[in-house]
């Protein structure tokens, strides 16, 4: 490779970044081989080299099951958790035509939130839309859920954790609340799967999606749960593929290395929750101690285990990440610089998070294969980075 062109060797990264893309389990590259390099075959095809592939992919489809506590003929599996959020919620309201309200949260993913601010271009008819809103620490009131849903409500759409801040919310309930209405609740599930325990059996969820890459799984494959009785419509149309649910060929490779990652998930939530919560906590209450004017963002019981969100006023995240990545720290800023000026995440705005904190927004998302030498490692880079960037910030100096 030429000097432009050298990677950040994996050995290298302090990867704590795992809320937008996880490593691939060694477990999971081994399972998907013998379907990438062998056993190349369709499933749909007559012959029994492709034929059997069949067994194949119902064996992973029991296994994503079994994580969620659904039934396997309940699983679909697609290309990804953005496919899985808009095959639901565009499934709900071509079965329900004469609705035309959705119910969600200001602080859904781009995935869910993109998708409901352009149905009516999308769909070619006018919907009414409630984003609900959150409270300071990224709540949500469910009184005011409760007040919105209605006779017109064709969907509600509301994410089990948040991406950004980790906050989870009380799906179990708002799900009885939909469904005691009539209403069909979707759920975008890609941060919650494989971290916190899912039982799908107990909970009145119609759709549910989760997503490969999240939970170490691959790319390029996701999942919509899909509850036996519910009405549903395919987003892609064509072959008859997962029982006409969803046309295209089956990525086998995919399917297969999913399946492992959501039996690896079952294995290792103990662990998610003791051993990453730990270190989480520790990364946390240390970043909190030795900078000045840092702060969570975040409701700090009802969160994931793995993801910190902490704010250091005065200075830009996009700053912080750069001077982070000068020690190879992966990690995201809740500030993006969009068509040249820096806009905080919608998530934080919805939480009413101050302007000089929102900017300064980084997230940490852990995983089960950080140790504690990395969490020391970025307590010790992390103090000076601040200091010395606020150094240079014109908010900092008119400030302190
Ligand atoms: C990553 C993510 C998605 C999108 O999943 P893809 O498989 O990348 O399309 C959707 N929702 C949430 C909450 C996510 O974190």
């Not at 190349?40 to 489809?61: C, D, I, K, T, W």
């Not at 009405?231 to 593929?241: A, D, E, N, R």
């Not at 492992?260 to 294995?267: D, G, I, K, P, S």
Request: net charge negative; aromatic share 6%.
């Amino acid at each position: 490779m030429t000097e432009t062109h050298r990677m950040i060797s994996p050995e290298d990264a302090v990867y704590m970044d795992n809320n937008a893309t996880t490593r691939l389990a060694p477990e999971v590259l081994a399972a998907m081989m013998p379907y990438l390099q062998d056993y190349y075959g369709n499933p749909s095809s007559m012959h029994r080299f492709g034929g059997q592939l069949g067994r194949v992919m119902a064996e992973a489809r029991q296994k994503v099951a079994t994580l969620l506590g659904a039934a396997s003929e309940e699983i679909v599996f697609t290309s990804c958790g953005t496919e899985s959020d808009s095959t639901a919620i565009l499934s709900a309201l071509q079965s329900f035509p004469e609705k035309r309200h959705i119910v969600t949260t200001r602080v859904e993913h781009p995935a869910v939130k993109n998708l409901c601010e352009n149905l009516d271009s999308l769909t070619g008819h006018k919907h009414r839309l409630t984003r609900l809103p959150v409270a300071a620490d990224g709540t949500l009131d469910l009184q005011k859920y409760e007040e919105s849903l209605s006779d017109d409500t064709a969907i509600v759409s509301v994410m089990w954790a948040n991406n950004e801040t980790g906050v989870i919310f009380p799906i179990a309930e708002m799900a009885r609340m939909a469904r005691e209405r009539g209403i069909l609740f979707h759920t975008d599930a890609v941060q919650a799967v494989g971290k916190i325990p899912i039982n799908l059996q107990d909970i009145a969820i119609d759709f549910l999606s989760l997503s490969g890459h999240k939970l170490h799984g691959p790319k390029g494959i996701g999942v919509l749960f899909v509850r036996r009785g519910t009405p549903f419509v395919p987003y892609l149309v064509g072959g008859h593929q997962e029982k006409g649910r969803r046309g295209g060929t089956e990525n086998v490779a995919a399917i297969v290395g999913l399946g492992r990652a959501c039996e690896l998930a079952a294995e290792k939530m103990a662990e998610e929750n003791t051993r990453v919560k730990a270190l989480r906590d520790r990364l946390e209450e240390g970043l909190l101690a030795s900078i000045p004017h840092s702060m969570l963002n975040g409701h700090k019981q009802d969160r994931l285990p793995n993801t910190t969100n902490v704010s250091f006023e005065f200075v830009e995240g996009e700053a912080i990440l750069l001077h982070m990545d000068q020690y190879n720290i992966c990690a995201s800023s809740g500030s993006a610089c969009t068509s040249g000026s820096l806009e905080p995440s919608h998530v934080l705005r919805a939480m009413g998070v101050p302007f000089t904190a929102a900017h300064g927004s980084i997230r940490y998302s852990l995983s089960i294969y950080n140790t504690e030498a990395e969490i020391d490692f970025v307590l010790e880079k992390m103090p000076p980075i601040i200091a010395g960037l606020r150094e240079m910030s014109p908010f900092w100096k008119a400030d302190a």
